[in-house]
């Protein structure tokens, strides 16, 4: 089992930034993928960013550029910095933790509460 707590969200001004930090416990953090998704009201949650146990990352198409995901393993961390946040990233923010399980022969998935992100002038 893994527990995910979201921080780091609120109300920011476009062009504004913001650091979104998940810290987990629970289990052995290193050895999970960690992503971040959003959800919009009326909206199905989609995949904002990625990064592997060995550190691979990918973004979604609308993000390259703008938000970075990071990992430090030795905080059982990882960060999503936003930059130059637009109206279209108001949404909230989930983190997920996940791993392949020889157990179950599939993927185990865990997420956090979620933070709020509202970008507005």
């Known amino acids: 089992q893994v527990q995910l707590v979201e921080s780091g969200g609120g109300l920011v001004q476009p062009g504004g930034s913001l650091r979104l930090s998940c810290a987990a416990s629970?289990?052995?953090?290193?050895?999970?993928?960690m992503g971040w998704y959003s959800q919009a009201p009326g909206k199905q949650r989609e995949l904002v960013a990625t990064?592997?146990?060995?550190?691979?990352?990918n973004y979604a198409d609308s993000v390259k550029g703008r938000f970075t995901i990071s990992r430090d393993n030795a905080k059982n961390t990882v960060y999503l910095q936003m930059n130059s946040l637009n109206p279209e990233d108001t949404a909230v923010y989930y983190c997920n933790a996940n791993r392949y399980s020889n157990k179950v022969r599939g993927r185990l998935n865990y997420w956090g509460q979620g933070t709020q992100v509202t970008v507005s002038s």
């Open positions: 629970g289990s052995i953090f290193s050895i999970y993928d």
């Open positions: 990064i592997t146990s060995g550190g691979t990352t």
